[in-house]
């Protein structure tokens, strides 16, 4: 399944996953970025590779380029 992300301003993402637009901001890391909501998402990434979180869901994501 394709994760799309977008930059909405410096520190808020918008990430799109099965046709649902997700807003996440810019929170404390210890290393990477991470961003997460109060609606239980959470997406870290460091290089090419990221994590996103949705409830229990999990997903591992690599950069296509």
């Not at 929170?27 to 409830?55: E, P």
């Amino acid at each position: 399944t394709p994760l799309e992300v977008s930059s909405l301003g410096p520190d808020t993402l918008g990430l799109s996953l099965n046709n649902n637009l997700h807003i996440v901001q810019l929170s404390r890391s210890a290393s990477g970025a991470k961003y997460t909501n109060n609606k239980n998402v959470v997406f870290w990434n460091k290089g090419d590779d990221a994590i996103l979180s949705i409830n229990s869901g999990r997903y591992h994501c690599n950069l296509l380029k």
